[in-house]
């Protein structure tokens, strides 16, 4: 998931081995393509900070009421609320941020939730921890409308897409072991649209907590008929720096910040990055991209410490770390530094000799056999998709 430091603290690649080796024990299955299904890490998994939860329950005013997510039984489902523009902070979205935001020139609505990366069936899944009466609104209408999916939720079942459903094999009334800081068994209580790419797990808030997932760490926006370039600038100056700002209307994999004649989309750049090594194909370096942050769309910090698009720990990055964009800055979350940047680590760890050095050399980026296994079997799938 992350590139492990060498020199970081000797038990973290040991917790990396065991959770691996717990994920073979209880015999979750790593698919053998992840074209078109994989997700990316979403946050971290790390405790919640003193203090950041005082703004639950919360509104800044009558301009945009801020929905928090808390305790409480599954409401009716009253209206629809299509989110335009969702977030994902580096650290737990504070009150005073939430309500700045709510008060952003044709914000509507906003509301806060929280998140983080699991493992369900040998897959990283991305989840959102809420609380299940205010988010229904938040999905597609057909889904918002079926009991039987929030009332799973309020009886602390998790319930995934419809995609995710096939794609994993999984069926509602079954108990799944979801690994993330804690392995729980937990019944799926059903599947449907959610409407948001890159999520497709929810969880109650309870069970966020027990999972260890991040409390407030997203925030998603209703604002019909505004300027939503304008209301993401404004969002990310107000989440602060390492924050993931989504346009749920544009789904092209548009490299944030291009011009100049630069790499228009991380294909683009995947390919450019990979010409500093030779024999290293451009298909790892998306497999990884794809696999550690979605291309870009989730690069906020890990349980691990790691920041950035490809994920490198700090401390890595500090020796590998590239200013590929020429601004005299190599900056972990900018994707023209870092996709070069996970070039030049994995050359220097023997990428370009293919074979076994490249499996070696994959596995230094994270301590995990079945990782490996998923990063190369997606490269062979892009490699088959682009021939």
């Known amino acids: 998931m992350v590139p492990t430091d060498s020199t ?24 053998a393509t992840l074209a078109g299904g994989v997700v990316a890490a979403l946050t971290t998994e790390g405790a919640h900070p003193r203090g950041a939860a005082a703004h639950r329950g919360t509104s800044p005013g009558a301009q945009g009421p801020v929905t928090n997510v808390s305790g409480g039984q599954a409401g009716a489902f009253k209206r629809a609320v299509p989110p335009d523009l969702l977030a994902v902070a580096a650290r737990p979205i504070t009150a005073t941020a939430a309500r700045k935001i709510a008060k952003l020139r044709g914000v509507r609505d906003v509301i806060v939730v929280g998140g983080g990366a699991v493992q369900l069936q040998g897959r990283k899944v991305n989840a959102f921890a809420v609380e299940p009466s205010r988010f229904r609104s938040w999905t597609p209408p057909g889904t918002a409308k079926q009991e039987e999916l929030w009332s799973a939720l309020v009886a602390n079942r998790f319930v995934v897409s419809s995609t995710a459903a096939q794609t994993l094999g999984i069926r509602a009334g079954l108990d799944y072991p979801i690994v993330a800081r804690t392995m729980p068994l937990l019944t799926m209580g059903g599947a449907g649209s959610l409407g948001l790419p890159g999520i497709d797990m929810l969880v109650s808030r309870k069970t966020g907590v027990d999972l260890g997932l991040v409390q407030d760490l997203a925030v998603m926006i209703n604002a019909p008929g505004a300027n939503l370039r304008t209301l993401s600038g404004q969002m990310h100056k107000t989440l602060g720096a390492g924050a993931q700002v989504l346009n749920l209307h544009d789904q092209s994999n548009q490299v944030a910040g291009d011009g100049g004649g630069r790499a228009a989309s991380y294909l683009d750049l995947y390919r450019q990055a990979a010409t500093a090594c030779p024999g290293l194909s451009w298909t790892v370096l998306a497999a990884i991209g794809q696999i550690e942050s979605g ?15 490809m994920q490198f720990m700090p401390a890595t990055w500090r020796a590998y770390g590239v200013d590929g964009d020429g601004d005299h800055k190599a900056d972990i979350m900018n994707p023209y530094d870092a996709v070069p940047g996970a070039a030049r680590y994995l050359c220097a760890n023997g990428a370009g000799r ?28 892009y490699a088959r998709q682009y021939s």
Do not use: M, Q
């Open 295 to 309: 291309h870009g769309r989730n690069a906020g910090r890990s349980s691990a410490g790691a920041l950035g698009p």
């Open 8 to 31: 970081g603290p000797p038990g973290e690649s040991r917790l990396r081995r065991r959770r691996a080796l717990i994920i073979v024990a209880v015999a979750l299955t790593v698919c």
């Open 354 to 381: 293919g074979g076994k050095s490249l499996y070696g050399a994959v596995f230094r980026y994270n301590h995990a056999d079945w990782y490996v296994r998923n990063v190369l079997s997606l490269a062979r799938a």
